[in-house]
């Protein structure tokens, strides 16, 4: 097994969530990248070549919201092996809907959900997914 760390992109427009959730992955082995909003995650997709193993995505955030975000990058192809989970409180079937029409990984609501939770979820997820 390969002991590189698993990439994560962190999504969010909430600089202490960034914040707190970098620290919860990077503790826990994780090499992570953050980008607060949809024109930083692109850039860093676009520009700096990143190509994430999971994108941790919020779904509310100003200008263009994570699914629409999400339309982009699987458009453009930037992230294509990445396993993308949304993280976020919008948690109306219509929204979870929206995402899974793009075929995200997994749905995680963050006010029901404390950060070793999300850690362990995403881990379950990425498991599932890559082995």
Do not use: W
Request: proline share 5%; glycine share 6%; hydrophobic share 40%.
């Amino acid at each position: 097994m390969s002991t590189k760390p698993i990439s994560l992109l962190l999504v969010d427009d909430d600089k202490f969530l960034l914040d707190m959730y970098s620290l919860k992955f990077s503790k826990n082995g994780y090499d992570v990248h953050c980008a607060a909003g949809p024109e930083e995650t692109l850039k860093v997709l676009r520009d700096g070549g990143l190509l994430p193993d999971i994108i941790l995505l919020d779904v509310v955030m100003p200008g263009m919201d994570g699914v629409e975000l999400l339309e982009v990058i699987r458009k453009e192809k930037l992230a294509p092996n990445a396993v993308v989970i949304m993280l976020t409180n919008q948690s109306a079937p219509s929204d979870v809907e929206r995402a899974q029409k793009l075929h995200v990984d997994g749905y995680i609501i963050k006010a029901s959900t404390i950060p070793s939770e999300v850690l362990e979820e995403v881990n379950k997820i990425y498991k599932k997914i890559k082995g």
